[in-house]
């Protein structure tokens, strides 16, 4: 298990390092025009943009820009905002990333809970009515936009209903969770509805597939031999071999959602994570933020595979060897 | 069927966007609008209204008027009929969404198929690129590509791609879902190399390239052709969020998505500007998921792609 994790972990920060050159070849090596007109934005005067260039030593080699960028990123973290003048990049993320991380737990846990329970209830009634309806809502879940979603449920909470049956909804924000538990959870519910919605139906639809194989196996056979009740076979011998696909495809999708559905939810939503963040800085096309964000990001969902994953080898120990 | 029924109504009514624009609702809906007016019932109606509720601050462009001849979904707040720009619209999501999955699949083709079958330096290369793309978040990679890109446009040598062409989504939504279709192609084409017809062939002094096109390529195509649909759907969605975020489609151009974020600041008063191409897009998706779920049973019941997305 041990030379496992140790495996995983470097392996993590390989990826790591070649997604954050990707990331500085991007921003800074694309052809076309000049970087640093592009960092300083918009409406940059010749020495602001004279400045951005000493400061990230766009005269200098690509491997020492390299380094000045990840200086300024990660240790000396005092990259700042050229059209925000003097705001610095990395507080402002470390401060947004707990309502971030709020809202993708809180919403992941939701989805795993009502996508194995649709799974489940579709499995034990395959065939009838209600089978093919929750295979179907799977279909319609990836298919309707994150962001969408949220503005109908904004719509329908906030807007002509907001005066009688959903007078107790908060309007949009965020309220930490040492300030007050409760309103926390008020503010992140419908965000935590939404983004379920959209990953639940999914799990549903893989969970019957792996629960319907799982079925057609010989253990299930000696089970039922012994005399088993059908419930019992189901929960406690095909649900039990099929959590492990589950698992494995939450890692992908918790690491998908942070980098992607999260974002856009936080937009809608008005909370003031590093979605919300990376949508204003796009807005006014303010790079040093944008860039903080995306490594920032891709690198959390980077150690959140890696965590999934190590969590995947501890339930299967076959994934150890390989 | 029904879904491929849907999908050929939603292409038909969009490819006769100019058509109705021009002869049945007689707007440019391009164009800003600010000072127009339309007939109501015989009477004549500003676009955009004074606020009088409130503070009275503002405009409010008229709602639906569920009249097929003007402004049935209603003005958007530049006064431009949000109908006319929803058969627009579905023209560039459907046409990005459509062509970046045909440049995707063809170059992930190429690139899987080449990584497979020679192995090696080339095929070690490929993976590792594919390995870090693929680590990579699919929305953070297109932000950062679509950020770059937009405020200068593509030049390499003697290709330019102005900053507000289509061109650019497109290319970036393929780039980004290339691992993808790679990947499992990759594997594909290794387990076939070692298949006795590839080996016979070798053996005949066939060339790399004959025995690619004639005996690999068939293999795999019904793999590639299963997976269209669902690709055409997801670059769909990617599309509108990208443009939701204002790094897709440029304006004056229109897609879904850039119409839903028109409808944000009007969700309240207007809602039906960002709830029809939500509604689209929907419809759009499911249909080619559908369609893809029964292209899937129908040619490749072992599915060797769907399992990877």
């Not at chain 1, 690509?62 to 000396?76: E, S």
């Not at chain 2, 007016?37 to 109606?45: A, E």
């Not at chain 2, 955009?48 to 009275?56: E, K, S």
């Not at chain 2, 709830?275 to 689209?280: E, F, H, K, Q, W």
Request: charged share 10%; hydrophobic share 55%; proline share 5%.
């Amino acid at each position: 298990m041990l030379a496992f994790v140790l495996r995983r972990v470097s392996s993590a920060v390989l990826v790591m390092f070649s997604i954050s050159v990707l990331v500085f070849l991007i921003f800074f090596a694309t052809p076309g025009v000049d970087p640093a007109a592009r960092i300083a934005g918009r409406s940059a005067t010749p020495q602001i943009i004279a400045q951005v260039r000493h400061a990230f030593g766009l005269d200098r080699a690509l491997p020492i820009r390299y380094g000045i960028m990840m200086d300024h990123l990660f240790f000396k973290q005092d990259l700042s905002s050229y059209v925000n003048i003097g705001a610095k990049v990395v507080p402002q993320i470390l401060q947004a990333a707990p309502i971030t991380i709020s809202l993708v737990l809180g919403a992941s846990v939701l989805w795993l809970l009502v996508g194995i329970a649709g799974g489940i209830v579709a499995a034990a009634n395959r065939g009838k009515f209600i089978d093919p309806l929750i295979m179907f809502l799977g279909i319609a879940a990836i298919s309707v936009p994150a962001y969408w979603l949220g503005e109908v449920v904004n719509l329908i909470t906030q807007g002509g209903l907001h005066h009688s049956i959903f007078s107790w909804v908060p309007s949009s924000g965020y309220v930490s969770i040492f300030q007050n538990p409760f309103e926390w959870g008020l503010h992140l519910l419908f965000p935590w509805l939404t983004l379920a919605s959209l990953y639940a139906g999914i799990y549903a639809r893989v969970l019957r597939a792996e629960l319907v194989n799982a079925l057609n196996e010989d253990y299930v056979r000696t089970a039922r031999a012994k005399g088993l009740s059908e419930r019992r076979i189901l929960i406690r011998h095909a649900f039990r071999c099929s959590l492990i696909s589950i698992v494995s495809l939450f890692g992908l999708d918790f690491g998908a959602l942070i980098g992607g559905a999260a974002l856009l939810t936080e937009v809608v939503f008005g909370l003031p994570g590093v979605g919300l963040l990376t949508y204003s800085s796009l807005q006014n096309l303010d790079l040093p933020v944008i860039m903080g964000c995306v490594m920032y990001g891709a690198f959390f969902v980077v150690l959140a595979n890696a965590v999934v994953d190590i969590g995947y080898a501890f339930l299967d120990p076959r994934v150890r060897v390989a | 069927m029904a879904g491929l029924g849907v999908l050929i109504f939603i292409v038909t009514i969009c490819l006769l966007a100019p058509i109705y624009a021009h002869n049945i609702a007689h707007t440019n809906p391009f164009a800003s609008n600010i000072q127009g007016s339309t007939f109501i019932n015989g009477k004549r109606v500003m676009l955009l209204q004074q606020n009088t509720q409130g503070l009275g601050f503002g405009v409010t462009p008229i709602g639906p008027t569920w009249n097929f001849s003007h402004y049935f979904l209603g003005a958007d707040d530049q006064g431009r009929d949000v109908f006319a720009r929803l058969l627009y619209g579905g023209r560039s999501s459907l046409l990005i969404g459509t062509a970046s999955a045909l440049l995707c699949c063809i170059v992930a083709s190429i690139l899987g198929l080449i990584a497979g079958y020679f192995g090696g330096p080339i095929d070690w290369l490929l993976s590792r690129v594919f390995d870090i793309i693929w680590a990579f978040p699919i929305y953070l990679l297109a932000i950062s590509l679509s950020v770059v890109l937009l405020t200068s446009g593509l030049n390499i040598g003697p290709l330019h791609i102005g900053a507000g062409s289509l061109f650019l989504p497109i290319l970036i939504i393929a780039a980004v879902f290339i691992p993808y279709v790679a990947r499992p192609l990759r594997g594909l084409t290794m387990s076939l190399r070692e298949r006795e017809f590839i080996q016979a062939a070798i053996g005949s002094g066939s060339s790399d390239l004959r025995i690619l096109w004639k005996e690999i390529l068939p293999n795999a195509a019904p793999s590639v052709i299963v997976f269209f649909p669902l690709m055409v759907a997801f670059n769909m969605l990617t599309e509108s969020a990208l443009s939701f975020l204002s790094i897709g489609v440029q304006p004056p151009a229109a897609s879904w998505g850039t119409i839903i974020n028109d409808g944000l600041g009007l969700l309240y008063t207007r809602p039906w500007v960002a709830l029809a191409p939500g509604i689209m897009i929907a419809i759009t998706a499911v249909s080619l998921n559908i369609l893809g779920d029964g292209a899937r049973d129908a040619f490749d019941p072992k599915a060797k792609l769907r399992g990877s997305i």
